[in-house]
């Protein structure tokens, strides 16, 4: 994972800090939330569901959470209760039959980034100076970069079909924001009626043919018993 996530020094007075491994089961927690607004698909029976995840929440599952953490499963569970009762206020659980999404309470307010001056007045040099009153042409194109509304990796994810990235990622960014927001929302049914990879089409081709606007027909085999005559068969026997 790439980035960085911020925690107050008053962790050193808490219980948590206070238990070795309470302490890596809250580090854990901080590092799998989100960062951003965007969609996940979760595998729900035989099908998918697409799951929106805010700032500061992530899905929990128990069984990935003993894998990565190299702890007794029930143990985690205990410590996200904890997390999660009065006494703690740390996070907040929404658990249903399928999943359970965990948030990180007071996420944003510890996590906000605050844009600080790097050097004050007296430290600014003046050929800092000089380049400040320069026109920046790389700044002109970062400020006219289009900016995309749902990231390329949550439609890649999602469609699950790894083929032409590199000509997938240019069509997603030349669709219009709504269109994006149309297409995430429209998947989930489409691979739930194509549950095979085999019968999809190919997301390059997906994206072309605005496949998402299409009714979804569900995908199903009638087997049909087939008529088959049998021509009885006379013994005549010795004699006959």
């Not at 691979?191 to 085999?198: E, F, Q, S, T």
């Amino acid at each position: 994972m790439n980035g960085y996530f911020k925690v107050h020094r008053k962790i050193l007075e808490s219980q948590v800090f206070a238990h070795q491994t309470a302490l890596k089961i809250w580090i854990w927690c901080l590092a799998k939330v989100t960062y951003r607004e965007h969609y996940i698909a979760i595998k729900v029976g035989r099908g998918e569901t697409t799951v929106k995840l805010m700032p500061g929440q992530f899905i929990f599952g128990r069984f990935r959470a003993e894998e990565e953490l190299n702890i007794d499963g029930s143990i985690i569970y205990k410590w996200i209760q904890k997390f999660a009762s009065p006494e703690f206020e740390m996070i907040t659980i929404e658990s249903n039959n399928q999943y359970s999404i965990i948030t990180i309470c007071k996420w944003e307010e510890y996590q906000h980034q605050e844009y600080e001056e790097v050097a004050t007045k007296e430290q600014v040099s003046s050929s800092q100076v000089a380049l400040k009153e320069q026109p920046s042409s790389t700044n002109n194109k970062d400020n006219n970069e289009k900016k995309i509304n749902i990231p390329f990796e949550d439609f890649w994810n999602l469609y699950d079909i790894k083929i032409d990235r590199k000509k997938c990622e240019g069509k997603w960014e030349k669709l219009a924001d709504n269109e994006r927001t149309s297409c995430i929302e429209r998947i989930p049914a489409y691979i739930n009626a194509n549950p095979d990879k085999a019968f999809r089409r190919d997301p390059c081709t997906f994206l072309n043919n605005r496949s998402w606007e299409n009714e979804v027909v569900k995908r199903t085999v009638n087997v049909q018993a087939a008529a088959v005559q049998v021509k009885p068969i006379y013994s005549s026997g010795p004699g006959k």
